[in-house]
């Protein structure tokens, strides 16, 4: 079960919106060492060391709609509405 479900509208193309997925994913993997990989419309990603150390979840994109879910280990679980906030930070920048 997720910690985190984030779920944002867009009105973007597919291709468009897909891009600033993975451009957010980009921004992850260099600022908390996420790994991170496409399956399909999803985006797959995982911290196997690190502060963000044992994060899972995946970024998924439909034509409407973006949604983010984050699993937090227990000791980030503290943090969840500072990470929370960033998500939907990043999110506004979708549409």
Do not use: C, Y
């Not at 919106?17 to 957010?24: G, I, P, S, T």
């Not at 260099?30 to 060391?49: C, Q, R, T, V, Y």
């Not at 000791?75 to 990470?83: D, F, H, P």
Request: aromatic residues 4%.
């Amino acid at each position: 079960m997720a910690t985190i479900d984030i779920s944002k509208s867009h009105t973007l193309p597919m291709d468009e919106a897909k891009k600033r997925a993975e451009e957010l994913a980009t921004g992850m993997q260099s600022k908390l060492g996420l790994e991170w990989k496409w399956e399909g419309d999803n985006i797959a990603f995982h911290a196997p060391s690190g502060a963000a150390k044992g994060t899972k979840g995946t970024v998924s994109v439909t034509s409407s709609a973006v949604r983010v879910e984050v699993d937090l280990p227990f000791m980030l679980r503290v943090m969840k509405g500072t990470i929370e906030d960033k998500i939907k930070e990043k999110l506004a920048t979708l549409a």
